[in-house]
């Protein structure tokens, strides 16, 4: 019987009690939970059809592909973001603002001095380089101000925070350019004759390219350390300056690529709209996958699954008709439950408790089994 008690014991609270550590669990449950929700609801939220758009071409339209296609920005920000967070231990809350002057660089180059071109004035590889490359070079000076001015991050991005959307106007002459080409949507929407939508694509590339880098070079368990303890690492050899410069770098790089994709979704640009609030959803999908925000050891993969929690949370919002103005308070009550929960003192605190239970449970069904 003792080796009953044992195996019982060892068995269904240490398996369950493994499941909870694990640190993608938290966003795993939230899903898990929006889909039950769903299910009971409206299963027909989980519908996916073959329809054609405008266009007459076939697409796959439905909620879990709205949800797909409109969670690519967010999931490709949660790389950046990430990286970020791991490495100065702070957030950058000017990406929104960062994203409107990439989309602005992208329209001008573009449309050159028409604002309403009827031939683009470059080709579109060109201005998607051009946009990457003035985003990145904004990151860089994000991470001068963290890396070697060592003002909080969240400060020293308020100041792109605040002045923004300002240049994106600028950069334009404060006029709303408008691409009438019909190729330059492509890479915002559909294809012709892929039923997929493109920015999925592009986000799943972004994420292969990340993963690679993460496995042959030792960016990850640098950014880890500088975040962890910057005085450490020098000593060992790594540089927490040039770390966390090239982290805000490569974060200025997804601001490109989201910012490109944001433009191409309309063939236009709002200043004072396009990606509001996107930082505070980047941010929570860094937290929401379990990543400590005060920085050190992160899981990308569990960053970027928590930016498709978010946008599930936001589409099944919507779904349920809440207003826009309303959004955001919807979804900071329940953010902040999944956030609370998967912090790590409230966390080791459950394991406490489930240590606690778990035993006295598995001890009367033991007993109950060996009668």
Not at 11 to 39: E, H, K, T
Not at 186 to 191: A, C, D, R, S
Not at 267 to 277: E, F, W
């Amino acid at each position: 019987m003792s080796e009953k008690l044992k195996t019982t014991n060892g068995g269904v609270g240490s398996f369950l009690l493994r499941i909870v550590r694990q640190q993608i669990f938290i966003p795993i449950a939230a899903l898990l939970i929006l889909v039950l929700f769903n299910l009971i609801m409206d299963p027909s939220f989980f519908k996916i059809t073959l329809s054609t758009n405008s266009a007459g071409n076939p697409v796959f339209s439905g909620y879990l592909i709205t949800i797909l296609d409109n969670a690519s920005e967010l999931a490709i920000l949660a790389i950046g973001m990430t990286l970020v967070t791991a490495s100065s231990g702070g957030q950058d809350i000017s990406v929104g603002s960062a994203i409107a002057i990439a989309g602005s660089v992208l329209l001008r180059v573009l449309c050159g001095t028409n604002s309403r071109p009827e031939v683009l004035q470059a080709p579109i590889i060109v201005a998607f380089l051009a946009c990457c490359f003035v985003a990145m070079l904004f990151g860089g000076f994000n991470g001068i101000l963290v890396a070697y001015f060592r003002i909080q991050p969240m400060v020293a991005t308020l100041i792109l925070y605040t002045a923004g959307r300002s240049i994106a106007a600028w950069i334009n002459n404060n006029e709303l350019p408008i691409i009438s080409d019909p190729t330059f949507g492509y890479y915002g929407n559909f294809i012709p004759g892929i039923p997929v939508p493109t920015p999925i694509f592009i986000a799943l590339a972004c994420m292969i390219i990340i993963a690679l880098v993460l496995k042959f070079t030792n960016l990850g368990l640098y950014a880890q350390a500088a975040g962890i303890n910057a005085h450490s690492s020098r000593l060992n050899g790594i540089n927490p300056e040039v770390i966390k410069l090239i982290s805000y770098m490569i974060l200025g790089i997804c601001v490109g690529v989201a910012g490109f994709i944001k433009v191409t979704r309309f063939s236009t640009i709002n200043y004072s709209v396009v990606a509001k609030d996107i930082e505070m959803d980047a941010i929570l999908a860094v937290a929401l996958g379990g990543n400590a925000l005060s920085g050190g050891k992160f899981n990308m993969g569990a960053s970027i699954f928590g930016a498709y929690v978010i946008q599930f949370l936001t589409t099944t919002l919507y779904k349920l008709n809440v207003t826009s103005t309303a959004l955001p308070a919807y979804k900071a009550i329940v953010v902040i439950v999944l956030v609370v929960l998967s912090a790590p003192t409230v966390r080791a605190k459950l394991s406490v408790l489930w240590k606690k239970i778990a035993p006295k449970k598995d001890v009367k069904e033991a007993s109950a089994d060996a009668a």
